[in-house]
Nanobody, 122 residues
């Protein structure tokens, strides 16, 4: 059994910062790419940032220069540091991880967290 759990959301004023964390746990053999998505009310879920197992990163254009994704492989955790937050960053943020379990070592599966609310007030 593999679980992915986010934390760190909350309410912040425009221009402020938040740091999201996402920890994977359970019978894990390996973790590949880890990603942060977000979904605002009435909008489709969009990919905010991702980081490969080799630490290569990609960002949504609107967050470049403001958000930083990083990972701690020993802790099986991915982070999203969000600075200079804007009201349009308000959304539920979801973590996604590519994980292979001990039982199926060579099969990667996507696991999703339950989401954490980020609200930026103007």
């Amino acid at each position: 059994q593999v679980q992915v759990v986010e934390s760190g959301g909350g309410l912040v004023q425009a221009g402020g910062s938040l740091r999201l964390s996402c920890a994977a746990s359970g019978s894990i053999f390996s973790i590949g790419a880890m990603r942060w998505y977000r979904q605002a009310p009435g909008k489709q879920r969009e990919l905010v940032a991702d980081i490969t197992s080799g630490a290569s990163t990609n960002y949504l254009d609107s967050v470049k220069g403001r958000f930083t994704i990083s990972r701690d492989n020993a802790k099986k955790t991915v982070y999203l540091q969000m600075n200079s937050l804007r009201p349009e960053d308000t959304a539920i943020y979801y973590c996604n991880a590519e994980v292979s379990s001990i039982r199926l070592k060579w099969t990667m599966r996507d696991y999703w967290g339950q989401g954490t609310q980020v609200t930026v007030s103007s």
